[in-house]
T-cell receptor, first 114, second 112 residues
Framework: QQQVKQSPQSLIVQKGGIPIINCAYE??????FPWYQQFPGKGPALLIA?????SEKKEGRFTISFNKSAKQFSLHIMDSQPGDSATYFC?????????????FGTGTRLQVFP | AAGVIQSPRHLIKEKRETATLKCYPI?????VYWYQQGPGQDPQFLIS???????DKGSIPDRFSAQQFSDYHSELNMSSLELGDSALYFC???????????FGPGTRLTVL
């Protein structure tokens, strides 16, 4: 049972486009939602993260939108570049002591063409 | 900036052999997590340590054990290796629990 559902599985955009990746969760105990970028054979790199007390967070070209009532959050990549081609994982954790393991979505493979 | 260090980066073992993976967290980080990532899969949590004590346990086989040492580095010991253990193994570290987790480059384990 996937606790964090991520879509789409893959995404193809042209340079300059705005890919959007969506995630949904059921566990209302989750209260920290990071996004990771992973290149083939490399470790996941933390991109941006949000907590449920805000509805949007922006860092550079990356924006997270968070809808607490719908239990959904999404990643927007502005002015996408070929170098953004990677697999993106959303994740969630409860933040409680001793239970802060990351629960990952299934990943979205993004390809940005010039 | 210093990152998480993992060694070895690649490891090839035969079935039923043992393997030891090492993780050196970012300086001052006191919490270490281990994740396993199969081909085309998302990382799956194995086990974590905070201040040298096991803090949480996920879907880690009984054949695997881990510990965190006084210098905060951690080792994942894997015995009676099976073909299905072939995967990327990531270590992540954070300062305290409930903070950003930073991942290492991973160890690619291949079991033949």
């Amino acid at each position: 049972q996937q606790q964090v559902k991520q879509s789409p599985q893959s995404l193809i955009v042209q340079k300059g486009g705005i890919p959007i990746i969506n995630c949904a969760y059921e566990n209302t105990a989750f209260d920290y939602f990071p996004w990771y970028q992973q290149f083939p054979g490399k470790g996941p790199a933390l991109l941006i993260a949000i907590r449920p007390d805000v509805s949007e967070k922006k860092e550079g070209r990356f924006t997270i939108s968070f809808n607490k009532s719908a239990k959904q959050f999404s990643l927007h990549i502005m002015d996408s570049q070929p170098g953004d081609s990677a697999t993106y994982f959303c994740a969630a954790t409860s933040g409680s002591y001793n239970t802060d393991k990351l629960i990952f979505g299934t990943g979205t493979r993004l390809q940005v063409f010039p | 900036a210093a990152g998480v260090i993992q060694s070895p980066r690649h490891l090839i073992k035969e079935k039923r052999e043992t393997a030891t993976l090492k993780c050196y967290p970012i300086p001052r980080h006191d919490t270490v997590y281990w994740y396993q990532q199969g081909p085309g899969q998302d990382p799956q949590f194995l086990i974590s340590f905070y201040e040298k004590m096991q803090s949480d346990k996920g879907s880690i086989p009984d054949r695997f054990s881990a510990q965190q040492f006084s210098d905060y580095h951690s080792e994942l010991n894997m015995s009676s290796l099976e073909l299905g253990d072939s995967a990327l193994y990531f270590c992540a570290s954070s300062f305290g629990s409930y903070n950003e987790q930073f991942f290492g480059p991973g160890t690619r384990l291949t079991v033949l």
